[in-house]
């Protein structure tokens, strides 16, 4: 019976292991891709707007597939009751996020455009990583430390935003930087529950 317990206790630890290091692989694909588009409008003077949409909505389906596949590759060792719910709620966060961030914010705030901008783009993403968290818990029963930074990180850059030349790239390194961080702290967690 003890071997039994130890070996249980093995197996879960690697499954454990493995939806952590699923979780950083997400967050690392959006770095990527985020990064990217800061190298792509590096040399312009002017980023065009079609650019923009054109770049993130590539984006959002590359993630959207390399997203897919790597969660149904690892989908028989997580079997979590639930999940679709936790899938809608977490992309129900990402919607009211982005009607807070985008619209609601910018339009309520002082600065010039690019100012409003990039506090708009920090609240979004601080607000929809903090709905991520609240719907892992409250569907999942698991508090997802390791994405405290996500939010935080944007949040506490909020009021820096003024004091930078460039705003956007300002708020999107600031992004890149939480990203990162949860990142490393997924794959720490990972290691250790192997």
């Known amino acids: ?19 952590k290091i699923c979780i950083a692989m997400n967050f690392q694909i959006w770095t990527v891709i985020m990064a990217g588009y800061y190298v792509l409008i590096a040399p312009l003077d002017r980023v065009p707007l079609w650019l923009t949409i054109a770049y993130w909505s590539f984006g959002a389906v590359v993630f959207a597939y390399a997203s ?8 028989m060792l997580i079997s979590e009751g639930g999940s679709g719910k936790v899938n809608f709620g977490i992309f129900l966060s990402w919607v009211i996020a982005a009607l807070f961030g985008w619209f609601f914010v910018p339009s309520m705030i002082g600065g010039y455009f690019l100012q409003r901008l990039a506090v708009g783009l920090l609240s979004f993403i601080s607000t929809a990583v903090i709905g ?3 719907t892992i818990y409250f ?3 698991k508090l997802e430390v390791e994405m405290v930074p996500a939010f935080l990180i944007p949040a506490l850059a909020i009021p820096l935003v003024y004091l930078s030349k460039n705003p956007m790239d300002f708020a999107g390194m600031t992004i890149v930087l939480g990203y990162g961080t949860i990142v490393i702290l997924y794959t720490i967690r990972a290691f250790k529950v192997a």
Do not use: P, Q, Y
């Not at 019976?1 to 939806?19: C, F, H, P, Q, T």
């Not at 790597?70 to 989908?75: E, F, G, I, N, Q």
């Open 1 to 19: 019976m003890e071997e039994l317990k130890d070996v249980l206790k093995r197996v879960s630890g690697k499954i454990l292991a493995v939806e």
């Open 68 to 75: 897919k596949s790597l969660w149904r590759k690892v989908s």
């Open 132 to 134: 991520m968290i609240a």
């Open 139 to 141: 569907w999942a029963k």
